[in-house]
């Protein structure tokens, strides 16, 4: 069970691209997989990439899928953009619209960190690490024919730069890109030595520049700057052949795809339409699932996986369940403060809100017992840090003694954070107990069984919520927080008016998800840097503010090796878990899903991509004859 923002599409860049894990980082490659100039073929940070630069296919992948077939998938909420540089700012960009577009590279999901040519055929990163050049390929084209030219790239950064504040923070420290040769252009930072940037400037959605800079349909010159429901004009597979605003979309097979060919692209993208349908909530989304009316499903509620796959066609086998295990990021998902708020800037006031909460009895009566408590802001990764501190970790910590309170830092050297635990009716009254002290000592006090501040004011706090299946979570969490004195409301809104809210940061409480690549870098920034926190629409939700995470950023981005990286990864776990910004949530180290048993996979599958559909599977002829052509 999640109620995590999947309703603000741009979740995160670098962590994830269409449900995938980005592992982002780089450095230069040996020198016989380069050509003469230092052009190579794929980026990588820790070895040379798995891949040769004469690679067929990634091993993951069936090249030989069968073409054919239609695919549903379904999404809650709606959408009224096709527009990705204003995605999460003005509109609700459509699940789809990636099939339509093409990135610089790609990620290889079986690898960590390492990204492959895409419309770039090659890539060279200059000595100091101040420049990276990518050279596209001949035969990129849009869809109307047209060559994809660095002229494209090179409006694209520009735009996402100016009109997008996520990758104008993103790419704060590229300076400007510009085109360098026939087929090249190149990317140029502000300081060298960040050894992320020339992989992560790959990443973007290339969009066309003569399409944006010409005339629409209504007579008019296109803004890049406005949302539109005007069809995109892509390069990639896909191309949009229906919508109907804000309800369904039909993306369409391109028949004559330039990247058919590229080794990056073998094997992927099989359907000849994928179709997107929307629902208001989750459990409308499920009947429509159990109704054959969408073909796939990631359950993500512990109880709906427990009870709500009993129907015949799971007896009968026409429907299909399985997890498949993830790897590729680690997370963290948790309540969390708005401590641009009064009450939550105290430390006192937050930690007390973790020890009301009581996880063992929630995971029992309301998840089954299926979940783990989270402990970690990279739970699920080696970047968790666990037991006490030792060598290079502990060295940085100490080094922080300028920015970080002597007792904080004192705990953080002798012992490791931990949740507080219940289990029995007495560790409950335990930890209530000390809860009502904490409260007391940032001054809120208990008047006629409510909780009041030193003006007489009542301690009230608005649990906020998109997803009505999550309010019984929040319901379970109210009557601890009660207990306290503390008066709690629950409120669930609508995706849209969540979205709004979220940007504007008009929130007591809310859950939130962060997901970690297993390289972080430049995107901690967002989530946890000081200025992210002053910046409308960011991803410091918490509103973190704190010179002792920041300078922990900078060290990480900047790191030079991979052990220095993990180091400073976890030593930056342990001061935000010190700080008590989050009551962590839990976590289950699997992708649930459900299909109708009419589409198969490779044998092998990624490493890092978990079920990867619908991007590596296919339409299966012999299974859809048993479970019914659906479609």
């Not at 796939?296 to 295990?325: H, I, L, M, Q």
């Not at 953080?412 to 009502?436: F, H, I, K, Q």
């Not at 839990?586 to 589409?599: G, K, L, P, Q, S």
């Amino acid at each position: 069970m999640s109620q995590t923002r999947d309703c603000r599409l741009f979740s995160w860049l670098k962590p994830l691209v269409t449900g995938l894990a980005l592992m982002a980082g780089v450095g230069l490659v040996p020198v016989q997989a380069q050509e003469a100039g230092g052009w190579t073929h794929a980026l990588s940070l820790l070895a040379a990439p798995k891949y040769g630069p004469d690679f067929k296919h990634f091993d993951y992948v069936n090249p030989d899928a069968p073409q054919g077939g239609v695919v549903r998938m379904g999404a809650q909420g709606g959408f009224d953009n096709f527009n990705p540089v204003v995605a999460g700012v003005k509109g609700q960009l459509d699940a789809g619209i990636g099939l339509a577009y093409e990135t610089l590279t790609m990620s290889s999901q079986d690898e960590v960190m390492a990204s492959y040519g895409l419309l770039a055929e090659a890539m060279r990163v200059s000595p100091d690490i101040t420049s990276v050049s990518y050279r596209l390929r001949a035969n990129a084209r849009w869809h109307d024919g047209k060559p994809v030219t660095p002229e494209d790239v090179v409006f694209s950064f520009n735009a996402f730069k100016t009109y997008s504040p996520q990758y104008a923070f993103y790419y704060a420290h590229v300076s400007k890109a510009e085109k360098t040769g026939e087929r090249e252009v190149t990317f140029f930072f502000d300081q060298p030595g960040n050894r992320e940037l020339p992989q992560i400037v790959g990443q973007f959605q290339i969009l066309p520049r003569h399409h944006w800079e010409g005339i629409g349909p209504d007579g008019k010159k296109r803004d890049i700057s406005q949302t539109t429901l005007e069809p995109p004009l892509g390069s990639g597979p896909y191309r949009l052949k229906t919508a109907s605003a804000p309800h369904s979309t039909v993306y369409e097979q391109v028949a004559d795809y330039w990247g058919r060919a590229v080794p990056a692209r073998r094997g992927m993208f099989n359907f000849a339409e994928e179709r997107f349908e929307y629902f208001r909530d989750t459990t409308v989304l499920l009947e429509a699932f159990k109704g054959d009316q969408i073909d796939f499903r990631a359950e993500n509620s512990a109880k709906n996986w427990a009870t709500a796959y009993d129907f015949p066609a799971v007896k009968d086998g026409r429907v299909k369940r399985e997890e498949f295990a993830q790897r590729a990021s680690g997370r963290m998902q948790a309540f969390v403060f708005n401590l641009r708020r009064e009450p939550f800037k105290d430390q006192r006031v937050r930690r007390a809100f973790n020890l009301a909460f009581d996880f063992e009895e929630m995971n029992k009566t309301v998840f089954y017992g299926q979940y783990k408590r989270i402990s970690s802001f990279f739970e699920g990764s080696d970047l968790a840090a666990r037991g006490v501190p030792v060598g290079l970790e502990k060295e940085i910590l100490e080094s922080l003694g300028g920015t970080l309170p002597a007792e904080m830092l004192n705990s953080l050297l002798t012992a490791p954070y931990a949740n507080p635990t219940t289990g029995s009716p007495e560790a409950v009254r335990n930890n209530l107990r000390e809860a009502d002290k904490l409260l007391k000592e940032a001054g809120f006090a208990v008047k006629d069984g409510k909780r009041i501040n030193g003006a007489g004011q009542p301690f009230k706090v608005e649990l906020l919520a998109y997803d009505s299946s999550f309010e019984r979570v929040l319901l379970f969490f109210k009557p601890s927080l009660e207990r306290l004195g503390i008066t709690v409301s629950v409120r669930i809104v609508d995706p849209s008016q969540y979205e709004n809210r979220m940007r504007n940061f008009d929130f007591d409480m809310t859950t939130d998800l962060w997901a970690q690549s297993l390289s972080p870098g430049n995107e901690q920034r967002e989530y946890w840097g000081s200025k992210a926190a002053l910046r409308e629409g960011s991803r410091n939700t918490i509103g973190i503010q704190n010179p002792a995470v920041d300078v922990l950023i900078d060290r990480l981005v900047f790191a030079k090796s991979r052990d220095e990286q993990v180091a400073v990864a976890k030593v930056l776990d342990r001061v935000l878990l010190a700080h008590d910004y989050v009551v962590p949530q839990w976590t289950y180290n699997f992708e649930r899903t459900a299909r109708w048993d009419r589409f198969s996979h490779p044998q092998t599958m990624p490493l890092y991509g978990a079920s990867a559909f619908p991007a590596i599977w296919w339409y299966d002829q012999e299974l859809a004859k048993r479970s019914g052509k659906g479609g």
